[in-house]
């Protein structure tokens, strides 16, 4: 499996606080069944210089225990005005691909957010992919079809599809073909761990494991 979503860098952002805690992540998810991993520490265009930030992320990367699993070096990217026209948006996409996780603000969408975010494909080539859609919910269903028709990208968290209060909503948009991308978050061992595999249980349980292998082989056809 491939995990989209993690803070499994040592002491790179409010994820894991050091090394030991890495290895412990990476076992977790090993153990999960996930093979690839995607860590995306945080990045906010308002606190981070690009350039630094990258730095960090070589020597948190460095510090990461050694492990089978493939892991592969993205940044979760918080939105910012005029964000399409930035040059360092590039070097924050995930390994060597155009997939670029974008964080929405939490508040309400405006016509020049989403168009903002459309225009990182259209000016820079780039593909977004919006981070756990299912924390703005309301917000995606109310642009899901002009996000859509501009093939902008989803990932979901495993949360979502674990607590019975979303769930079905949850399945509901990966019957739909909204699910691009799943997606841990882990950020530590006790309050947010990672639960991939429990969310591929209930995926498989609910909707088969043809419907699991078919979320993976897009997640792996694009990477």
Same mark, same amino acid.
């Given at each position: 499996? /491939?995990d989209?979503? $993690?803070h /499994?860098?040592?002491? !790179?952002? @409010?994820? $894991?606080k050091?090394?030991e !805690?890495? %290895?412990?992540l +990476?076992? !977790?998810?090993r153990?999960?069944?996930? #093979?690839?991993?995607? %860590?995306?520490?945080h990045?906010?265009? @308002?606190k981070? &210089?690009p350039?630094?930030? +990258?730095?960090?992320?070589a020597?948190a990367?460095? &510090? ?6 493939q892991v ?5 990217? %918080?939105?910012?005005?005029g ?12 390994g %060597?691909?155009?997939? +670029?996780?974008?964080e ?15 225009? /990182? ?8 992919? +919006?981070?756990?859609?299912?924390r703005?919910? *309301?917000?995606?269903?109310?642009h899901?079809?002009?996000? #859509? ?7 979901f ?8 209060? $979303?769930?079905?909503?949850?399945? @509901? ?10 997606g *841990?978050?882990?950020? &530590?061992?006790?309050?947010r761990?990672?639960?991939i595999?429990?969310?591929?249980? #209930? /995926? ?5 494991a043809?419907?699991l &292998?078919?979320?993976m082989?897009? $997640?792996?056809? !694009?990477?």
């Open positions: 499996m /491939i989209f979503h $993690s /499994i860098l040592p002491a !790179m952002d @409010d994820g $894991s050091d090394a !805690m890495s %290895a412990a +990476l076992q !977790m998810l153990q999960q069944g996930v #093979t690839t991993v995607v %860590a995306t520490p990045f906010y265009a @308002d981070h &210089n350039a630094e930030f +990258l730095q960090r992320r020597a990367f460095a &510090n990461l225990p050694e492990t089978d699993l592969l070096l993205g940044a979760e990217v %918080a939105y910012f005005d964000m399409s026209h930035s040059d360092a948006l590039r070097q924050l996409c995930v %060597a691909t155009r997939l +670029l996780l974008v929405m603000p939490f508040a309400t969408w405006t016509e020049r957010m989403l168009q903002e975010v459309c225009d /990182i494909g259209m000016r820079q080539g780039l593909q977004p992919v +919006l981070a756990h859609v299912e703005y919910r *309301s917000q995606f269903m109310k899901r079809d002009f996000l #859509t028709d501009r093939e902008v990208l989803f990932q968290g495993t949360e979502v599809f674990l607590d019975w209060r $979303s769930r079905r909503w949850a399945l @509901d948009c990966l019957d739909r073909g909204e699910v691009h991308f799943l *841990s978050d882990c950020h &530590n061992l006790t309050t761990p990672p639960r595999g429990e969310a591929a249980r #209930t /995926i498989v349980k609910k909707r088969g043809e419907a &292998n078919e979320l082989e897009f $997640s792996r056809s !694009m990477l």
